[in-house]
């Protein structure tokens, strides 16, 4: 059997992209991975999402999503794409054991957030550690926080956060910042933001949530603690890129978009944070996913006329 589309990434942009094409009557196989969902499944409540007036969990939304796709005719394989040939068409996409053949494929397998990967991070992701101001900063008002990371998102977290936290302290590795000189300049000029340079976070406190960081001074050795509520980390993505051979990817290791959602081959879209590092919000990767969705389906039906 040689599917229409073969859709690899399971957060809103391949789910999105899912309802589109099954809609359009296009032979669907999403390759959902073995833990689907994407960054979605490790959030709370999702209050900027529309069409939710009083949030929804970050999970429930995805699942719904899913059935919704479902309700079309997507069949789903929950397994891990492994590879994919795309000399040719039909293009060959291997997950598990199994390799499929589709006539078009979609690429949305997201990015990873880059984690502390310190002792008390994992385990407290959604009770204190976020990576998503605008999504969570709401729920830290009047509380103590700060941001990890010295490059433009961490300026970007720390200027969203300062309009709902107490205060905001930004704690950078080195004692220059990476950010833009713009956005250093506006978090600088904010009487909440506050910097802490040549310094790590070393281990995150509490048991149920986080009550407050170990630091580090790289300089001196001085370990401290501080005292807060919550800790954003804003040390980069990583797009999952690396399964993709002969998929063009820009200087970041993003994949290239040429022409809206094309890539560099033929017959082969993207859509959401495995091409995009700016929005990087689920409601755009939707958005990105409807775009690939109805671009595959004109080529399909130019390319099979
Ligand atoms: P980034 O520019 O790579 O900066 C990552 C920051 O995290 C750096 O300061 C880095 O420190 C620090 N870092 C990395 N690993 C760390 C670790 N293990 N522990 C502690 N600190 C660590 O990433 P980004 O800020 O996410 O930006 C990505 C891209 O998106 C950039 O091109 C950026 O300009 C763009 N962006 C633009 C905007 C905007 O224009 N509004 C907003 C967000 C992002 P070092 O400096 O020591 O390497």
């Known amino acids: 059997m040689i599917y229409d589309v073969i859709i690899i990434g399971s957060g809103p942009a391949g789910l999105t992209a899912a309802i589109y094409t099954t809609r359009a009557n296009l032979k669907t196989l999403l390759i959902a991975g073995g833990k689907w969902g994407g960054q979605l499944m490790l959030t709370t409540t999702v209050d900027n999402y529309p069409g939710f007036p009083e949030g929804i969990q970050g999970p429930d939304l995805m699942m719904a999503m899913r059935k919704q796709a479902e309700r079309f005719g997507t069949e789903f394989v929950d397994e891990d794409f492994e590879e994919g040939d795309f000399g040719k068409e039909p293009f060959k996409i291997k997950a598990g054991e199994k390799t499929f053949e589709g006539k078009s494929v979609i690429i949305a397998t997201g990015a990873d957030t880059k984690w502390l990967d310190v002792p008390g991070e994992k385990e407290k992701i959604g009770k204190g550690v ?176």
Request: net charge negative; with cysteine; hydrophobic share 40%.
């Open 130 to 305: 976020s990576s998503c101001a605008p999504c969570d900063a709401f729920f830290f008002k009047n509380k103590k926080t700060i941001v990890v990371g010295g490059g433009d998102s961490a300026m970007e977290e720390a200027i969203v956060l300062a309009n709902f936290a107490d205060s905001v302290t930004v704690v950078h590795r080195r004692e220059e910042l990476r950010a833009s000189a713009i956005m250093q300049k506006i978090a600088m000029e904010s009487p909440k933001i506050k910097f802490l340079f040549n310094t790590e976070v070393t281990k995150i406190l509490g048991d149920e949530k986080v009550t407050g960081i170990e630091l580090k001074h790289n300089k001196t050795g001085e370990v401290s603690k501080m005292d807060l509520d919550g800790v954003f980390v804003a040390i980069g993505h990583t797009p999952n890129t690396g399964r993709f051979r002969g998929i063009e990817l820009d200087e970041k290791g993003y994949i290239k978009v040429h022409d809206h959602t094309r890539t560099n081959i033929d017959g082969v879209f993207v859509a959401g944070d495995v091409h995009d590092s700016h929005y990087r919000q689920a409601v755009t990767a939707a958005g990105f996913g409807c775009m690939a969705a109805l671009e595959s389906e004109t080529w399909l039906r130019k390319t099979t006329d």
